[in-house]
T-cell receptor, first 114, second 111 residues
Framework: DVKVTQSSRYLVKRTGEKVFLECVQDMDHENMFWYRQDPGLGLRLIYFSYDVKMKEKGDIPEGYSVSREKKERFSLILESASTNQTSMYLC?????????????FGSGTRLTVV | AQTVTQSQPEMSVQEAETVTLSCTYDTSESDYYLFWYKQPPSRQMILVIRQEAYKQQNATENRFSVNFQKAAKSFSLKISDSQLGDAAMYFCAFGAQKLVFGQGTRLTINP
């Protein structure tokens, strides 16, 4: 069974902390994505990557960065966590180049910044 | 900018009845894919149905079907014979490489 695994289901961090959200896929997919999900706003794209060491900004990249050193792993980094980054974070992957069959999603990390 | 609008934040339906969730989108592209995803309380996003924009025939997957109107940029989901397990948040999405998602519709099934 193909999988996208997010390392933490729940996370509580303090304001100003550097936070790492990890995502690993075992499907040899080229594309990986990070979204945040908020009530009434749906899913919004933060960053995505089409290949190792490649990254592109999505619609709301401010306050975030990403790292993709290996094909299977895509990390989201909150450089200095703030309370407005409290949200559900979803990682997804898809084979390149088109989104023909959609994404496979992880089960999400609910991050609370206090 | 590409956008997706789900105008129904919440819907409810009696078990065994039919319900339709609406979705409209905006794009200047002609070639893309459309999807409905289901997110139950477990939070795992599950693909319900997909449609290729170049195909006029509406997609069907068992009790789930879509009404795709490309000119109107509309992509609604019909769930027939609703079951308690259908209760979830439903997201409409479209795109060619990266997907744009709607705000979601929370569907409740009344027994």
């Amino acid at each position: 069974d193909v999988k996208v695994t997010q390392s933490s289901r729940y996370l509580v961090k303090r304001t100003g902390e550097k936070v790492f959200l990890e995502c690993v896929q075992d499907m040899d997919h080229e594309n990986m994505f990070w979204y945040r999900q908020d009530p009434g706003l749906g899913l919004r794209l933060i960053y995505f990557s089409y290949d190792v060491k490649m990254k592109e900004k999505g619609d709301i990249p401010e306050g975030y960065s990403v790292s993709r050193e290996k094909k299977e792993r895509f990390s989201l980094i909150l450089e200095s966590a703030s309370t407005n980054q409290t949200s559900m974070y979803l990682c997804a992957s898809s084979p390149s180049p088109q989104a023909t069959y959609g994404y496979t999603f992880g089960s999400g990390t609910r991050l609370t910044v206090v | 900018a590409q956008t997706v609008t789900q105008s129904q934040p919440e819907m409810s339906v009696q078990e065994a009845e039919t319900v339709t969730l609406s979705c409209t989108y905006d794009t200047s592209e002609s070639d893309y894919y459309l999807f409905w995803y289901k997110q139950p309380p477990s939070r795992q996003m599950i693909l319900v149905i997909r449609q290729e924009a170049y195909k006029q025939q509406n997609a069907t997957e068992n009790r789930f079907s879509v009404n795709f109107q490309k000119a109107a940029k509309s992509f609604s989901l019909k769930i027939s014979d609703s079951q308690l397990g259908d209760a979830a948040m439903y997201f409409c999405a479209f795109g060619a490489q990266k997907l744009v998602f709607g705000q979601g519709t929370r569907l409740t099934i009344n027994p």
